[in-house]
């Protein structure tokens, strides 16, 4: 459907109390017929970003980035989907959110929230709010995406609370680098260690990561690792982690790496994750170190030779099936 013809259909359902909000802001309303149903009701999804790009559009506001009637409009849209008893199942937040005394007057609205995406650059007063009141009128929130951007001043007390609330299966992070502040909201996930199935992390700076709360997430089936892998990077808690039996099904390993990238400390985080359960592994780039990894993670004998050729003839001779396409090589075993 046409976006305009959203923004039309929703202000035509605009009561007197919504309509005196925008009467300071000389705003031209459309004169459209009254709707034969509450759109808003049905409203399931809500992405913050798009809706505010169509508002911009909407009332050729782009270049004016201090426009007050994108907030005001913006206010008004989410008043209206609230009133007419929508409930929300997922939302995808970004800044400028609408004053969050909305979503408080119709707590049902958000009371069904199931997966939240955000993407986490100044954390105003008013997203602070927003998040404090997810964490204790939701209940049933079990995915959520963070975009971390670095902040040294981010807020992130209200993002802990919601993973130690919410009962999070399925958790995907995205962070330039892993700083004071992303290794605390890591850490939080050790909260979430009987009920986390799920694990995305992807980082484009990838130093002194400390992956030791991993260890602590009992249920977790599913790991991918976005990294960008640099010379100097440290790894943590190498004993405990060599220690640990994972129980995986899936994992997957992405490296970007550059000339300087330790190769053995490479096959060293892939055997971690490496056991008996996987069932898929999945790596975009296979060296000896990688093999040997596999290789030792499944407790099985072999004259290592340094020849990686006789390596891979002898997964394929224990019925390992290698696939290469393009630059990812899916390992089922």
């Known amino acids: 459907m046409n976006n305009f013809k959203v923004i039309n259909t929703l202000l035509s359902y605009l009561n007197e109390e919504e309509i005196s909000l925008l009467i300071p802001c000389a705003i031209n309303l459309p004169n459209n017929k009254s709707p034969l149903f509450e759109y ?45 008893g929508c409930k929300l199942e997922s939302i995808n937040i970004y800044y400028e959110l609408p004053k969050p005394s909305i979503f408080a ?48 001043n981010l807020e992130i007390n209200p993002l802990i609370d919601i993973i130690k609330s919410q009962p999070l299966k399925k958790v995907l992070i995205e962070t330039y680098s892993i700083d004071e502040i992303t290794q ?47 010379g100097g990077s440290e790894i943590h808690n190498y004993e405990t982690l060599t220690k640990k039996k994972f129980q995986f099904k899936v994992v997957r390993l992405w490296y970007k790496h550059d000339f300087e990238t330790n190769l053995l400390n490479v096959g060293i985080i892939t055997s971690w994750f490496v056991g008996e359960s996987l069932r898929k592994l999945y790596l975009n780039f296979v ?12 407790k099985r004998s072999f004259g290592m030779s340094k020849e990686e050729l006789k390596i891979i003839n002898y997964l394929v001779r224990k019925g390992v099936d290698i696939v290469q396409s393009n630059l990812l090589i899916d390992i089922f075993i």
Not at 287 to 298: D, F, M, N, Q, S
């Open 105 to 152: 007057n119709y707590e049902l609205g958000i009371k069904n929230l199931y997966s939240l995406k955000m993407e986490c650059i100044d954390f105003k007063v008013d997203t602070i709010e927003f998040l404090s009141m997810l964490s204790i009128k939701c209940n049933k929130i079990v995915e959520c995406n963070l975009k971390i951007s670095y902040n040294r």
């Open 184 to 230: 605390r909201i890591l850490n939080a996930l050790e909260f979430r260690s009987k009920t986390l199935k799920m694990l995305k992390i992807k980082t484009y700076n990838f130093q002194r990561i400390d992956l030791l709360f991993i260890a602590n997430l009992e249920c977790l089936e599913h790991l991918e690792l976005f990294l960008h892998y640099s």
């Open 40 to 84: 808003g009701k049905f409203i399931r999804e809500i992405n913050h970003y798009k809706i505010r790009n169509h508002v911009k559009t909407w009332l050729d506001a782009h270049y004016n980035f201090c426009d007050c009637r994108v907030p005001k409009l913006i206010d008004v849209i989410y008043h209206v989907i609230m009133r007419q």
């Open 287 to 298: 060296t000896l170190e990688t093999i040997k990894a596999v290789l030792g993670g499944y």
